[in-house]
């Protein structure tokens, strides 16, 4: 596997008090049932309006944000969302909606477009159990991203991303899905892989104080044995021969690993038939650095019109290597001036991972931070507090080797 260089990239500046989101759960109930995931789905479990209220605006009070993402559950379930969209909008913050997309309507799409939704992040992936597509692999599934692909860019102007967890056995598809991100990518801003994590007992116990915990009361606790790690590099691999040209331009380190690459951000310039190139650290460094300077806030989701404008970043070339290599390759073609030139991320994720002394290595800066009892919390990780008031701790087991062998929640 590939030994990347943490130096070689822009480490973004996000931290927990000045961010580029925050996470706001509305509900636990969720319409599906998907493997793999972090949150128990509790039917009688909606917030009301006025507690929801409360929660912005502490996270206003608490952290400086650009963005707010509504998730859950499925938040399209809650009865107050319109309601909830239009409050996040009046206090100058992007409402995103995290949601698998089955409760979207036409109807209630445009209600959202009303009350001032920003952008959606639909979570499409095969081990959904979803009705319909219950067979389906990832590249069948790229009919599904079309269809609410295509719906945002009917009420226009909406940011449209869409998350997919990675297993071993999906791996292989992802060349496919993100060569469909490019022939898609004048409605299509943002491509989420997020790396599978298990909880299991076979490497490592758990703990509450001294008190060994059985983590098979969890959610997300794996009914499989010896689940092995998906890591970055892995993916940064597969994108490299899909795309000789690939790189990613920044990055998130990890809590206890400041060398780990945990959110890995590709931007790539390019038309529907063609990438033409990637970003380099310095245009995200400039980008971030001034988004903060003009406006008080880092940089989060882009509209679809701004998205659409790829070529004004090709006049930070100067400052950039690799988009200089982008502006070579445009402009080959002389008529490519004509054309419109579109800028779309590709992102990975590396939840938590486990150090060789069992420490757990969160994500440094990480985005998806919540509130549970009037404190930050990650969001990945809001079942330990349900269910134990604290996050759980972690020690190997005698003769685990855990930087070979990592098996963590």
């Not at 001294?210 to 606790?221: A, R, T």
């Not at 092995?228 to 940064?236: G, N, Q, S």
């Amino acid at each position: 596997m590939i030994k990347l260089n943490h130096l070689d990239y822009y480490r973004l500046p996000w931290n927990l008090t000045d961010n580029i989101i925050s996470w706001l759960e509305p509900t636990a109930k969720c319409n599906l049932a998907c493997f793999g995931c972090y949150r128990k789905n509790e039917v009688n479990s909606h917030k009301s309006f006025e507690q929801v209220i409360e929660e912005i605006l502490l996270f206003k009070r608490m952290r400086n944000t650009d963005a707010m993402s509504i998730a859950g559950g499925d938040p399209l379930l809650h009865p107050d969302i319109v309601r909830i969209v239009q409050f996040i909008k009046a206090q100058k913050i992007k409402p995103i909606i995290n949601t698998n997309g089955i409760a979207l309507t036409k109807e209630l799409l445009k209600e959202l477009k009303k009350a001032g939704i920003y952008g959606f992040t639909f979570h499409v992936d095969s081990k959904q159990n979803r009705p319909g597509w219950k067979d389906s692999n990832e590249i069948e599934l790229n009919e599904l991203r079309y269809h609410y692909a295509s719906m945002l860019a009917s009420e226009k102007n909406i940011s449209c991303s869409f998350n997919s967890t990675v297993y071993r056995d999906t791996m292989q598809y992802i060349p496919g899905m993100v060569e469909w991100a490019n022939k898609n990518i004048d409605i299509v801003n943002v491509m989420v892989f997020i790396l599978y994590r298990a909880v299991t007992n076979d490497f490592v116990d758990f703990y509450l104080g001294p008190e060994k915990i059985d983590m098979s009361n969890l959610v997300y606790n794996s009914e499989e044995s010896k689940v092995v790690d998906i890591k970055t590099e892995e993916l940064y691999e597969i994108f490299k021969k899909n795309d000789p040209n690939y790189d990613a331009c920044s990055y998130l380190n990890g809590s206890e690993n400041p060398e780990s690459f945990k959110w890995f951000l590709a931007g790539r310039l390019g038309t529907k038939k063609k990438i033409f190139g990637y970003l380099g650290p310095k245009t995200m460094e400039i980008v971030q650095t001034f988004n903060h300077l003009l406006f008080g806030k880092y940089l989060s989701y882009t509209s679809p019109k701004i998205s659409r404008k790829g070529k004004s970043l090709l006049l930070l070339s100067p400052f950039d290597k690799k988009l200089r290599q982008a502006v070579k390759n445009f402009f080959i073609n002389p008529f490519n001036m004509f054309r419109r030139l579109y800028y779309q991320s590709i992102m990975v994720i590396q939840p938590v991972d486990l150090t060789d002394d069992g420490r757990q290595s969160m994500c440094d800066g990480c985005p998806d931070i919540t509130l549970w009892n009037g404190k930050f919390v990650w969001s990945c990780r809001l079942e330990e507090q349900l269910n134990y008031g604290i996050n759980l701790r972690t020690f190997p087991k005698e003769g685990i080797k855990l930087n070979k062998k990592s098996v963590v929640s």
